[in-house]
DNA sequence: TGGCGGGGGGTTTTT
DNA sequence: CCCCCCGCCA
């Protein structure tokens, strides 16, 4: 068989030596890679253990074995257990064979042992790590200082894996190897940084990159005394001097490394001791296994390694594949356009600076003495230009992605960045390409409209084995950046009954299936109130039923007799599944809610109580689980980016391309983090009591902080691999185009979505205790139509609708018994308001009130807040923040028309109006206007 | 054209 | 709280 591409066969070939190849996108990559590992293997003298070959992910593990079975005179069974696999599943293997005294080079007096459990799932990880916090916190008083400024213990595992990733690891006494440099990190690294963005622009007249920033220095900052001021940190000239960047720099940091240190170590031991390995450690053992232990480093030392995704390496996996090669026979293949996985810690230079960084490693593995004797010279270069998926017209548009400023600001040296592509080839014998870009107000209808356009229609006709066909369903992703976005427009999707297959997170626990499951732990364990009146008021009791239930302790027999039978079951899993069944949750939702109790369980040994726990905190983080939907119907594909790389489709809609949503602001604040050019940092944040003493060192972290380089470059990869999955057709859409697709070379038509046409007219069921007044064609007047405009927007300010949303959010759950506890004193407003009220409880009601507007009959919607029905009287409380104190004026003819609604329904109570002012909890009565004066304000 | 202050909006991705 | 954008002023 000869293969028409000469770089592929080149590849294929080129088993001994050292290669970097550049695979870019849909240039079969793949089979290149099984076809030469199969060449390698057909060697007589070679077996697949002397091959070991990396991916990944699993998937393309399971992908790349059945190629190359397909492929070479190897069955399955002969290579079940060849090393092809992720590098967390080898180091995996390795431990199991060879690590148990692992630990022991680092100090650690306890033993690796083989049942260790691999922690896989990040919630399970953050709860035993929650754990560990708290009984570090008792033994360790000496780092109350940086442990009280830490807001979210979350964060300090997130700086212990990033140090594991690059290789820094705790002894008992001290940092392994060179780890404590690398704390404090590279100064003369960071002064070329700062070369970088400190030069004078427009040939001297221009002040620098970094001195612009700068001008914030300090703006929305208390900074202490000791701090540089601004001028001394800025200047007199275009560029701002580095002395004081070396000042920040050389601060003494010791105590946050003692701090780090024992944090660390102490954090190995504990999960020694409870017996599980998080990745991290996976990798951090086998590094210190391999780098100790010449007998088992001899023994694994394979003849041939090649590394698949390679951009998406960190540097401890580069060491690691460094450590794992008996010889020079090293493969690495990727493609740095797609470098997007920083956040996993993946270094793009592993791959854009592969030679030197080679000689780097290699210099540092061997310093105390020689590990890697094979030569790291010379590199061959193989680039792969010949594109199998897309056509050329988007080939060429993705390119564009790579070179376009983020923000308006941001100036790019787009030469530069086009000098290290290497342009690709399309081989596609069509070239019907639409690239389009759409915008409208509402942007998921405008999707789903789009996607209707799209199916059945010529003018997006796609190619199937050499032919033009017109798209269905199933030919169609919608990548978006985020799980939420993807979300929303599977509900909306939903609704219009358009097939939407989304894959990716879901948040498991706060579905109803979850919140139902949580209260009837809460009934196991204690009978808890909480856990009774959610469960009485999913079966239809009132709130003063359910009250006088709760009191009497006088639950219905059927309850008592479920919750019994509950109660008999051993294993946590058969309990939710006997909850699911009970309200009929059969879905994917519900099975991958028992999956996930059931894993949790595995791991950990929960009981009921740690259960409900479990998945409290689960509701609380809003942790995202993927769920599998079923395969095989033609179906919209709606996934994230990083859901979508690897994968291929005839039409791409690049979702969300919003203003602010695509180039996200760059994580949130944390008390410490770690980057290799200023080392350790610590970034004291503000507590709401100024007068408790605490240090601040924010203005060292603040400076430094914005000296390096810019970070939106991954965010152009990101599009640039979202374009690169289509093969014929690539949409954007957006609400507010933002920078990027503003700059992409594609018109932005202002799109106006038509309902999509698979909608089955439903109308909703009614299930309010509000009934719906019959009146025809009601005409869509809501309450605020009827306030003065500012008023409106008064409420939007300061705190704004937002917060007014997690109040009410917060005044619906407490009523539910799912949450108990305020957290702010517009809550605890809320509480006291709701504890205080005796009658039945009715909240967010849709009402409508018909009136009559210049003859006409119309309607005017709204939602009350809350209404409280007694025997003789209904009371109507809004909630409002302080902010909008001044319009209540105006709210009053928005409350007047739930007065009117409320006495048509219950004409022979007395009815009363009140505002609460939840920042004081103080509550104003209203005087409602008269049905008259409601109708003039609509003429 | 370049320097500066005020206003407003928004807080991922997952082996 | 942090950052971008806008617009004012020299």
Redesign the pocket.
């Known amino acids: 068989m000869t293969n028409p591409n000469p770089s592929q066969q080149r590849l294929i070939d080129s088993t001994d030596g050292l290669y970097l190849v550049d695979a870019g996108a849909g240039t079969g990559k793949t089979f290149s890679v099984t076809r030469r590992y199969s060449a390698i293997v057909d060697q007589p003298s070679v077996e697949p253990e002397d091959v070991v070959l990396i991916t990944?992910?699993?998937n393309a593990a399971r992908e790349m074995k059945d190629r190359i079975v397909s492929h070479s005179s190897y069955t399955t069974r002969e290579l079940a257990d060849a090393p092809i696999q992720?590098f967390?599943s080898l180091c995996s293997n390795i431990l199991d064979r060879y690590g148990s005294n692992a630990p022991q080079y680092l100090g650690i007096d306890d033993t690796l042992s083989r049942s260790s459990d691999v922690i896989?799932e990040?919630a399970i990880e953050s709860s035993l790590f929650a754990e560990f916090i708290s009984t570090f916190t008792d033994s360790c008083p000496e780092h109350h200082p940086i442990l009280r400024v830490v807001t979210n213990p979350g964060e300090l595992r997130s700086v212990l894996n990033n140090l594991a990733a690059r290789g820094i690891f705790p002894t008992k006494d001290g940092w392994y190897r060179d780890g404590r440099s690398k704390l404090l990190g590279d100064l003369d690294g960071l002064l070329d940084a700062v070369e970088a963005v400190n030069q004078p622009?427009?040939g001297g007249?221009?002040?620098s990159e970094l001195?612009?920033?700068l001008?914030?220095y300090g703006?929305?900052?208390?900074f202490l005394p000791d701090a540089l001021s601004k001028p001394t940190v800025?200047g007199n000239e275009?560029a701002v001097p580095v002395d004081p960047i070396k000042t920040a720099f050389n601060s003494d940091r010791s105590d946050l490394i003692a701090f780090i240190h024992d944090l660390y170590f102490s954090y190995l031991e504990f999960a020694l001791a409870r017996n599980y390995l998080t990745?991290s450690m996976l990798q951090l053992y086998t590094f210190v296994l391999l780098c100790e232990d010449p007998d088992t480093r001899s023994e694994l030392a394979f003849e041939y390694t090649m590394i698949d995704e390679f951009q998406d390496t960190s540097e401890i996996q580069f060491k690691l594949a460094l450590l794992l090669a008996g010889t020079e026979n090293i493969c690495v293949v990727g493609d740095w356009k797609q470098s997007?996985?920083?956040?996993?810690y993946a270094t793009v230079e592993n791959i854009t600076q592969f030679g030197d960084r080679l000689t780097q490693f290699t210099n540092e593995l061997n310093s105390n003495h020689t590990r890697i004797t094979y030569p790291t010279t010379p590199v061959e270069t193989i680039e792969l230009e010949q594109n199998y998926r897309s056509t050329q017209e988007i080939l060429d548009f993705a390119e564009h992605a790579l070179t376009t400023p983020s923000?308006?600001?941001e100036s790019i040296d787009a030469e530069s960045i086009r000098e290290r592509i290497v342009h690709l080839f399309s081989n596609s014998t069509y070239d019907e390409t639409q690239i389009e870009a759409l915008q409208s107000q509402d942007e998921t209808l405008a999707v789903l409209s789009k996607i209707d356009e799209i199916v059945g229609n010529p003018a997006y006709a796609i190619e199937q084995d050499g032919d033009l066909i017109e798209p269905s369903y199933g030919d169609i992703a919608v990548l978006t950046?985020?799980?939420?976005f993807g979300r929303e427009l599977l509900s909306v999707a939903e609704e219009y009954h358009l097939p939407v297959a989304y894959e990716?997170?879901v948040e498991l626990f706060r579905s109803d299936a979850a919140k139902r499951l949580l209260a009837w732990l809460r009934i196991l364990e204690s009978d808890a109130d909480r856990g009774w009146s959610l469960v009485l008021e999913d079966a239809g009791y009132g709130m003063s039923e359910i009250k006088h239930i709760l009191k009497k302790e006088a639950y219905p027999t059927e309850m008592i007799e479920f919750r019994d039978a509950l109660a008999s079951l051993t294993v946590v899993s058969s309990v939710a599944r006997r909850v699911f069944d009970r309200y009929g949750h059969d879905g994917p939702i519900a099975d991958a809610l028992v999956g996930q109790i059931q894993s949790a369980h595995d791991q950990t040994t929960m009981t009921i109580g740690d259960l409900s726990q479990y998945i409290k905190t689960n509701i609380e983080n809003g942790n995202?689980y993927?769920i599998s939907t079923p395969a095989g119907t033609d179906s919209v594909t709606v996934?994230?980016i990083?859901?979508a790389k690897g994968l291929e489709y005839p039409i791409v809609i690049v979702a969300n391309m919003n203003?602010?949503?695509f180039p996200?602001?760059?994580?949130?604040?944390t008390a410490i983090s770690y980057d290799s050019l200023i080392g350790i940092r610590q970034?004291y944040?503000?507590d709401d009591v100024h007068s408790q003493p605490h240090q601040y060192d924010?203005w060292r972290y603040?400076l430094l902080?914005?000296c390096l380089p810019d970070q939106a470059d991954?965010e152009r990869r990101?599009l640039y691999v979202a374009i690169t999955r289509a093969q014929q057709h690539v949409l954007f859409t957006a609400q507010e185009p933002n920078?990027f697709l503003t700059d992409l070379p594609v018109p932005i038509d202002e799109y106006e979505p038509s309902e999509p046409t698979e909608e089955t007219q439903q109308t909703e069921q009614s299930t309010l205790s509000v009934p719906i007044p019959d009146v025809e064609e009601p005409v869509g007047y809501s309450p605020h139509s009827l306030m003065a405009e500012e008023v409106y927007e008064s409420v939007?300010?300061g705190r704004?609708m937002?917060f007014g949303t997690q109040v009410h959010e917060f005044a619906e759950d407490y009523v539910a018994g799912i949450t108990t506890e305020p957290t702010n004193d517009d809550e605890r407003a809320v509480v006291s308001l709701i504890d205080s009220l005796t009658g039945e409880i009715h909240m967010e009601e849709d009402v409508y009130l018909p009136l009559t507007a210049d003859g006409a009959d119309v309607m005017v919607r709204g939602i009350v807040d809350l209404f409280c029905v007694h025997d003789d009287r209904v009371e109507i409380i809004d909630f409002k923040t302080d902010l909008s104190r001044y319009a209540e004026s105006e709210y009053q003819k928005q409350l007047s028309v739930y007065y009117h609604v409320i006495r048509s329904v219950y004409p022979d109570r007395q009815v009363s109006v009140e505002i609460l002012y939840t920042a004081t909890g103080e509550r104003q009565p209203i005087e409602p206007l008269s049905k008259n004066d409601l109708e003039e304000l609509i003429k």
């Open positions: 990944f992910t699993r992720t967390h896989e990040s622009r427009n007249r221009k002040q001195k612009k920033k001008y914030r703006k929305d900052s208390t800025r275009k990745f997007i996985y920083s956040f996993q923000k308006k600001s950046r985020t799980h939420d990716g997170g995202t993927d996934q994230t990083h859901a203003q602010r949503k996200p602001s760059g994580g949130g604040p970034r944040l503000y924010n603040d902080n914005k991954e990101l920078q939007t300010e704004g937002d």
